[in-house]
């Protein structure tokens, strides 16, 4: 039973720090809270099994004062960020760009699990770290299409990094925000991302900008008395560059100022202005599912894939048929088993379709089932957190003849 459970309410007030307790090697983590929070837990016990030195562990951590045990919190918080899909991801994308030491990589792959990869690479170069949680950030608001924009720009320049220019990028930021400098935060660094034709590493400057939002008053309780008090909340925007197509992505919640953060960037970090051309927005056909389909999945790595759900509109009223992924039937032959057994999609013009697929266990990775749901001409939600699982199946539905290019965010939005 995991100790966040056999501990009962203990630790409640810790839910990241659970997560570290129960993941992280006991001695790796006996070493973090000595080092970080200057708390001796007691010495492991080579008698005793993981899941008895743990609970020692949670009695410790438990007896400490709440502030104490929050501060803790707070930091195994940021630490258990990287432990997931798009937090793994950002992690190999600074790692393999930075780390080019032969003993750097050993030591990272002798690592038990993504938690101790994730503490880690916090312990080794916490600059690095931050740049990862960005990364991961920024790919997650990439899965977001409201907090997208991108832009055509020229290919193969290097953005600069020096002083000067990233002062001078910084002023003009805190211009566009309208807050003071010293409110605004801006990192640029090199990491590796999935190329979207190939799948490959290239390549990637990302620019990350954090500034603060206008002070507001909450409520809160003091000395038995409601009160109130001022606070200031940070907001981010991410920026990246991909030198081999051009590519100027802005990802931001602020969808009036994407295109003038790009500007910003392509003035003073790239020195070359862009037109305001977006990246190309893309059309699904998937007509082609309502009759059975060979997906070709030669080459890829891919067990299978099969359609599991189809579905229909007609007068108003919908219709979708969902098969599971282990169904002996295809979803052609489930329909004719539970509709009519004359029926057909082909009959009808598809508006929805899932397909789903099994990606082959690879080194350091599990095997794992992703689902691309399809709607409409434009809707595309490709199910999973992770980048490079994104990138394969936006080049399967390219290679299946699902996808094509049909001009930019502002013409479709007409």
Avoid at 58 to 85: H, N, W, Y
Avoid at 380 to 404: A, S, Y
Wanted: hydrophobic content about 35%; aromatic content about 8%.
């Amino acid at each position: 039973m995991p100790i966040e459970q056999q501990r009962g309410t203990a630790m409640n007030d810790a839910e990241n720090l659970s997560k570290m307790l129960n993941h992280v090697q006991p001695d790796y983590f006996r070493k973090f809270i000595a080092e970080h929070f200057q708390v001796e837990l007691q010495e492991i016990d080579p008698k005793k099994g993981k899941r008895e030195i743990r609970a020692g562990f949670a009695d410790t951590l438990s007896s400490l004062p709440v502030a104490e045990r929050q501060k803790m919190e707070e930091l195994a918080e940021k630490i258990v960020l990287l432990t997931d899909g798009p937090g793994q991801d950002a992690v190999d994308s600074v790692r393999y760009e930075h780390f080019t030491e032969a003993a750097q990589q050993e030591a990272f792959e002798k690592l038990g699990n993504q938690y101790d990869r994730s503490l880690w690479l916090f312990g080794e170069d916490l600059r690095l770290f931050n740049e990862a949680i960005d990364a991961r950030s920024a790919a997650v608001f990439r899965q977001s299409a409201s907090c997208y924009s991108g832009f055509i720009g020229p290919k193969d320049l290097v953005l600069r990094e020096d002083t000067a220019s990233v002062d001078t990028f910084h002023e003009k930021v805190a211009e566009q925000f309208k807050c003071p400098k010293d409110q605004v935060a801006v990192q640029v660094f090199r990491r590796l991302h999935p190329d979207s034709q190939t799948g490959d590493d290239v390549a990637l400057y990302q620019v990350s900008i954090h500034y603060n939002l206008a002070p507001e008053a909450v409520e809160c309780v003091k000395d038995s008395q409601l009160d109130s008090q001022q606070v200031t909340r940070a907001v981010s925007s991410f920026i990246t560059y991909e030198p081999d197509n051009g590519n100027l992505e802005v990802l931001s919640k602020d969808g009036n100022g994407r295109e003038a953060l790009a500007r910003l960037a392509a003035d003073h970090l790239l020195r070359s202005s862009i037109t305001g051309e977006r990246i190309p927005l893309k059309r699904y056909d998937y007509q082609c599912l309502a009759t059975p389909f060979q997906f070709d999945i030669q080459g890829e790595n891919v067990d299978w894939a099969r359609v599991t759900q189809l579905g229909y509109t007609k007068s108003g009223r919908s219709m979708i048929l969902k098969i599971g992924i282990k169904d002996p039937d295809d979803i052609y032959q489930a329909s004719r088993d539970m509709v009519t057994a004359d029926f057909k999609f082909s009959r009808h013009v598809i508006t929805f379709a899932q397909i789903s697929l099994k990606i082959r266990k690879q080194s350091g990775e599990r095997a794992r089932t992703v689902h691309i749901v399809l709607r409409g001409e434009n809707g595309c939600n490709i199910k999973t957190k992770r980048e490079k699982d994104r990138v394969l199946c936006d080049h399967l539905l390219e290679k299946w003849g699902i996808v094509r290019e049909i001009g930019d965010e502002s013409l479709a939005a007409a």
